[in-house]
């Protein structure tokens, strides 16, 4: 079991933070919004993983953070970039 909470772990963290480093080096909000929105999603739902195989988080607490992590992620993201492209219209 440790082994794969330390393999959920280190792969959330390495999704985090090379989509982060991606997302810094990009030109376009749109662009940075989209490695955000992938990297962080999954990044943080296998850190949440992690943390419930190190017995940090019971099963209906990782439930309901992975769940809350898939959903707000990509709606967060959805709006942040129909309002830049609203706003490049005008």
Do not use: C, W
Request: avoid cysteine; glycine fraction near 6%; aromatic fraction near 12%.
């Amino acid at each position: 079991m440790k082994i794969l909470a330390y393999s959920f772990f280190f792969s959330g963290a390495i999704l985090v933070v090379v989509g982060t480093m991606r997302a810094i080096v990009t030109k376009s909000l749109v662009q940075s919004l989209h490695y955000f929105g992938i990297s962080d999603t999954i990044g943080l739902s296998l850190l949440a993983l992690s943390a419930f195989f190190f017995e940090l988080l019971n099963p209906l607490e990782a439930i309901v953070l992975i769940g809350i992590l898939i959903v707000s992620g990509p709606v967060v993201s959805h709006i942040i970039a129909r309002a830049f492209l609203n706003s490049q219209r005008r």
